[in-house]
């Protein structure tokens, strides 16, 4: 894996992170500021649960993308078991 994408997956790991605190700090302390009504979208308490649950799984796949996975050797094949040997 080049380090174009990992820099990414850390850049977005960081936007995940702001948005899983941003809505678990609504969904706890600031449950009075919902419905948040826009001109084409409603902000409900429903939408902010799912957004607690849908934030941090994907700040834990960038994590793992960014920081945790080994990264692969340029121009490495895959090795594949031979059937039979």
């Known amino acids: ?3 174009r994408p ?4 850390k850049f977005f790991a960081g936007l995940a992170a702001s ?3 941003g809505h678990w700090w609504i969904g706890t302390f600031g449950r009075d500021m919902l419905p948040m009504n826009f001109k084409w979208f409603t902000f409900t308490p429903e939408v902010n649960l ?4 849908l934030w941090p799984i994907a700040l834990i796949v960038l994590v793992y993308i ?3 996975r080994r990264p692969r ?3 490495a094949v895959p ?3 031979m059937p039979g040997a």
């Open 1 to 3: 894996m080049s380090t």
């Open 6 to 9: 990992r820099e990414f997956a």
């Open 19 to 21: 948005e899983t605190l």
């Open 50 to 53: 799912f957004a607690m649950a």
């Open 66 to 68: 960014g920081w945790l």
């Open 73 to 75: 050797e340029a121009g």
């Open 79 to 81: 090795s594949r078991a």
